[in-house]
């Protein structure tokens, strides 16, 4: 769509198509426990190095 079309569309409607990717989104970003939060902490600031 062009940005003139997405202008166009209702908001109702641009949150419908939106809301399932956030609800998966939310559902991957939560850890599974505190220590594979920190697990994955540590692997990124290796990362970094």
Known sequence: TTREESLRIPR???NKEEEPRERK????????SIEATLI???RRLENLE
């Open 12 to 14: 109702a409607d641009y």
């Open 25 to 32: 989104n939310e559902e991957e970003a939560k850890p599974q």
């Open 40 to 42: 994955e902490i540590l």
